[in-house]
């Protein structure tokens, strides 16, 4: 078993581009479609999948990366090719083969590639080899709008937050307080806090339990109506007066607690199918 | 293909006495991202203006253009969203349907009087506090082995003049011959930017 690992990670590490395309393919590391989905909508919802599409290899990198790494070191793969995977999209590997999938996963390759070869100088593993690999196609490149290269980003962070566990909430009150463009006072009032509780809560804090609940259902409501409404345009929504809500604000359900019955009314919007 | 060759061609909407012969092409809009473009499993499940939840299934259809993107739009003012601010997957797409059938009249002044309705119908009627009058009509009209019915669209602004321009079909999918999908323009090659 450790020579097939051997084997698999000599081949990551220093395998042709064709090679390493047929070994994510053979061993199904990577889903079909996310990555060109994302190609032609560039939307947050497209970027969340491809963020899964090719979460198998970046975790299969992981583990392969665990055989030559210090135990200190163990848990940063992960780390960098979450935080790498929007900057791959965003390089000349996207849009270089002809298959979006295969240029991401490329792309994350030669980032793992780059990063164990600092590693193993500062380790002084002279045993390990590894080999560049760059992209086809440079001249033909035509670059991702950033701002869909800051969907890529911000949905491999929060897929990476959700895999971790630890920091989670802290994360994820983050990313509601931006995705929604709410000030601390409101965040106070939906989350039923006090100003000193969510300081201390973004400091790091225990939180309890039903709070905690009540933090991932407002996390699921602010990603879910940024796979509807594009992100940028969020905050301004939530602050609007529409007929739909009775002349209300989102805020206004928010605060009322109708935060499942606002996402009906806007799955049914979003489904076309409400006749006037 | 061209949106353009479609915003001038319309279906034959021939009334004959309670009936409303269609034969032509209708439109819809649906997501980008649907792939069940003649479905009719969402307005079965949650109802529509002329069915009840869990009661039928109903496809309902434009008979223009310019009468979908009428709705697209108050879609948009409505729900507090630029069309614009929909995510991508979301956006409408166009759907060029081609029907051939005979539907209950509840567009004309004679139909709608014949169904309880008043003749300024669907003014007064908006909103889905009316479904609650409007729901009933159409199980009758379901009841009484119809394929559908012909009725005046809400989001028009005036209901006179070619049939067309102002209708809306609303097909029993169980019953009425399937439509047929002719063409699909995405938002952005059908929707004036």
Do not use: C
Not at chain 1, 37 to 61: E, K, T, Y
Not at chain 1, 94 to 104: E, I, K, L, P, Q
Not at chain 1, 248 to 260: E, G, I, K, V
């Amino acid at each position: 078993m450790a020579n097939e690992s051997t084997s698999e990670l000599d081949l990551v590490l220093t395998g042709s581009r064709g090679h390493v395309q047929r070994w994510f393919e053979f061993k199904g590391l990577v889903v079909r479609g996310g990555a060109t989905a994302f190609a032609g909508l560039q939307s947050f919802r497209a970027a969340n999948g491809l963020v899964i599409s090719v979460d198998p290899l970046m975790h299969r990198f992981e583990a392969l990366a665990n055989d030559v790494l210090h135990d200190d070191q163990k848990g940063l793969v992960s780390t960098l090719l979450h935080v790498e995977l929007a900057s791959v999209v965003a390089s000349p590997w996207f849009g270089s083969s002809g298959s979006y999938t295969a240029d991401v996963a490329l792309g994350l390759t030669a980032r793992f590639r780059v990063w164990i070869s600092e590693v193993v100088e500062a380790n002084d593993a002279t045993d390990i080899h590894v080999a560049p690999i760059s992209p086809r196609g440079h001249s033909a490149w035509r670059p991702v709008p950033s701002q869909a290269v800051s969907y890529v980003a911000a949905a491999s962070m929060d897929r990476y937050s959700s895999e971790l566990g630890l920091e989670t909430q802290r994360y994820k009150l983050e990313r509601i307080q931006s995705l929604l463009g709410l000030r601390p006072g409101e965040m106070t009032q939906l989350l039923d806090v006090s100003r000193e509780g969510l300081r201390k809560w973004n400091a790091g804090f225990a939180i309890a339990p039903e709070r905690s609940t009540r933090i991932d259902d407002l996390y699921n409501l602010a990603i879910w109506l940024a796979t509807h409404i594009r992100p940028e345009a969020l905050p301004a929504f939530m602050r609007r007066q529409i007929q739909a809500l009775g002349g209300q604000t989102p805020l206004d359900w928010l605060r009322s607690r109708r935060w499942d019955e606002l996402r009906r009314i806007y799955e049914r919007a979003f489904s076309l199918e409400v006749s006037r | 293909m061209s949106i353009d060759r479609y915003n001038n061609t319309a279906a034959t909407f021939v009334l004959n006495e309670g009936t409303i012969q269609v034969n032509g092409t209708l439109f819809r809009a649906i997501p980008h991202g649907s792939q069940t473009p003649l479905s009719s499993q969402y307005a079965y499940q949650y109802g529509g203006r002329w069915n009840a939840p869990g009661s039928y299934p109903v496809l309902y259809t434009s008979g223009s253009v310019a009468g979908v993107r009428a709705y697209v739009d108050w879609q948009a003012s409505y729900y507090g969203v630029d069309l614009a601010d929909w995510a991508p997957e979301d956006q409408p797409d166009l759907l060029v349907l081609s029907i051939q059938g005979s539907y209950a009249n509840v567009a004309t002044n004679s139909g709608l009087t014949f169904y309880g309705l008043p003749t300024s119908y669907p003014i007064g009627y908006l909103g889905q506090e009316a479904w609650t009058f409007t729901q009933p009509i159409g199980a009758t009209i379901y009841a009484d082995g119809w394929a559908g019915l012909v009725t005046r669209s809400a989001t028009a602004s005036s209901w006179s003049g070619s049939m067309h321009e102002w209708a809306e079909v609303a097909l029993f999918t169980e019953r009425a011959q399937s439509p047929v999908l002719i063409d699909r323009f995405d938002y952005r090659a059908w929707y004036p930017q």
